[in-house]
């Protein structure tokens, strides 16, 4: 019989790190199993699930644009945190062929900012999109005093918030709001300072010498993993993560979905050495 797999899905799919990540793992642990890359349309979504359901050697999938949010409408159960989020970005096979659809990226944050308690704290999430979403649950569930949102679509940034069941003031993201001074988190969730995106505008960056002391500055970037917003924190001495600590986060809950043991997180620095090469 073939090898149990796992694997990630999207359109498109060759940039994901995912295979990396999980097949490092898998090595590290003897485990005799792969996990691959999938690409996968959006109109041959539902005919992928189909086939992976019959197939008694495939244990899930993670799952990445542009299928988040559709895929949650065809899996037969969905975690409390896909549910929050509306995104599904792993999909576990339960059982002969039951589907359960779960969202590890609140994982990855809630790892990413596990070094700062946030019941007496206020945040700052930069953007209000799909990446946001995650963000927002998982301030949530921290139980977090008050958050503000920075977005260009106040609307839409209002309403996600509202949906991951966070209590949180939303305003422009414009120059000189003041709003990042006397804040103890900041989060990054656009993709202002990728490779190939436009730069983090100055004014946050000058802003962020008036955070509370003892604070972190958290960005989903990893392209490249030193941003100019981690860069500007680091010089201000400024506690940070980036985007890799979410990255392999959220992966660890999933490899433990798909094979059932824990990722060996001793390996982690090892792991980030390879994926940065």
């Not at 972190?216 to 490249?224: G, R």
């Amino acid at each position: 019989m073939s090898k149990a797999y796992a694997e990630v899905i999207g359109d498109p799919i060759a940039h994901s790190k995912s295979p990396l990540i999980h097949n490092f793992w898998l090595e590290k642990l003897g485990i005799d199993a792969e996990y691959r890359a999938c690409h996968v349309r959006p109109d041959e979504l539902a005919d992928y699930l189909s086939r992976r359901r019959g197939d008694t050697r495939w244990r899930g999938c993670n799952v990445t644009i542009p299928h988040k949010e559709a895929i949650a409408r065809l899996v037969d159960e969905l975690a409390p945190a896909a549910s929050a989020v509306g995104a599904v970005n792993a999909v576990v096979r339960k059982g002969d062929a039951n589907l359960f659809g779960t969202n590890t990226d609140v994982d990855g944050v809630a790892e990413a900012i596990a070094g700062i308690e946030l019941a007496r704290r206020h945040a700052v999430v930069i953007g209000g999109g799909g990446a946001a979403r995650a963000a927002f649950a998982c301030l949530a569930d921290a139980g977090c005093a008050s958050v503000t949102v920075l977005a260009r679509t106040i609307g839409k940034a209002s309403r996600a918030a509202e949906e991951c069941g966070l209590s949180a003031k939303v305003e422009p993201f414009a120059a000189d709001s003041g709003v990042i001074g006397g804040a103890s988190l900041v989060i990054n969730a656009t993709q202002l300072g990728m490779v190939g995106q436009d730069p983090m505008p100055d004014f946050v960056l000058r802003e962020l010498a008036a955070m509370q002391p003892g604070g972190l500055v958290f960005d989903m970037v990893y392209a490249p993993l030193e941003t100019e917003l981690l860069k500007t924190a680091g010089r201000l001495g400024i506690g940070t993560a980036d985007g890799l600590t979410m990255l392999i986060g959220q992966a660890a809950t999933a490899f433990a979905h798909f094979f059932g043991v824990a990722a060996p997180r001793d390996c982690d620095g090892e792991l980030r050495g390879m994926l940065v090469q």
